[in-house]
RNA sequence: CGGGCUGUGGUAUAACGGUAUUACGCAUGGCUGGGGGUCAUGUAACCCGGGUUCAACUCCCGGCAGCCCGACCA
């Protein structure tokens, strides 16, 4: 992409009304317009970076057996006062709205009734079991705060898989798979390092659930972590009993600050009983399905990537998040070869972000290029040769010449 | 939802009960041309409503909005 085909801006400025580094970051580079609070538009390069991340994470969904489709945003209250869901006194952050003919609506928070109530249609037989549905899509919360940016959101982008299966061993086989490809997830969006495993308190239909807290002190949660293992407890569930039985000393632990990136739990029948979600096994009795449920917040996750991994200039991304690979920066007199080498590097597939700008200083464009944070910045100004052109990773200090042909 | 702080050009800010400051941006032109360069000219603002006052961006009340702390986070 060119730049000057690039509308949005860089802004040198803090924005007033962001505390959080990661907002602040994501808006001064052009990736996110904050509509209000909690609320953010995805620009050009978020988007970019969003459609990465559901595409790894799409990949990992489906490599354990996921198979996509998409809810509706709108929500009937039928559905859920099936589980008693629907007042604002159980659930007090719901967005609901009116229809013309008089009738109510919500806006989806969570997904559980949504796949509850449909799969009842097509649920029958042991025969059907199990399935992995799972989608991306805006959830709408009404937080009494929203808060740090991009970690808290009223409207965010998620993904939600859930599991129907018949048996706990079953479902139990899954859950298991479903960890190893979370872990996989946060991995591959950079930030494996900094996220652990974390048990948290279960509900009615299982101990524990599960929580990926990646450690940032931007994070709203406490864990304490075994860093020997790379376990940890949520604050909540931090109590002598559980440390013993997940067998974890109390004095190996270390307290930090988290934002959960990612969450898994089993629902039991929580939500199977309500809707008559029930299948006919061999024998031909009437069996409840088996539920779990399997979150990830992208636009958090996002967020929390740039806590992260930037530094004082600007966001780090890593390449496989990245809205670029590539960020070429031309100067003056060499724009004929810039112009080349874009057309070159896109034509054998490369992503690019040419900053083509004929009127921007060499000192402002490396600034942007740092601040915009793609992993490799080439260069093309007067110092660069012939044939050449400078090679800089986004992590280090120093550039070096590389001869053209050698970027394919 | 409780508490605190804050609302001034596109962005970031200053002052003042009486003509609204500066920087960035943007526009035009010049000089520049490898880490947000420089000169000139121009452009653009007091959140909304009410009150006090000769006069309110400024003080008071209410609303709305933003940030922070706490509560909450299915």
Redesign the pocket.
Known sequence: MRFTHLFT????????????RN?ELLI?AGFVF?E????YTFLPLGLRVLNKVEAIIRDEMNKAGGIEMRTSVLQSKDVWERTD?WSDD?????FKTKLKTGGEVGLS??N?EAYSNILTQYVSSYKDLPIYPYDFKSIF?????????ML?GREFYWKALYSFSKTDAEHTEFYEKMKAAYRSVFDRVGIGHRTYLTFA?G?SFSKFSHEFQAVTPAG??TIYLDEQSGIAVNKEVHADEVLAELGLQRDALVERTAI?VG?I?SLGTRFSVPFGLEYQDEHGSAQPVIMG?YGIGLSRLIGAVVEILSDE??IVWPQAIAPFTYHLVV????REEGDKLYTDLVAAGAEVLYDDR??????????????IGCPV?L??????EAGKV?Y?LRTE?E?RLIAVSELR
Do not use: Q, Y
């Open positions: 801006k860089t802004r040198k400025e803090v924005p007033a009304d962001e505390a959080a907002a001064r904050k209000m609070a909690g609320v869901r159980v659930v007090d952050n719901w928070f969570t559980e919360r009404n937080e009494a705060r929203s808060k740090s940016g808290r308190s509900g709203e949660d959960e969450n739990f449920s200039k600007g100067l003056g007199e060499k004929p009127d921007k200083s060499a000192g402002e464009k490396f600034a942007d290029a740092d601040l910045r260069t093309l100004g007067g110092k660069t400078e800089k200090r550039s």
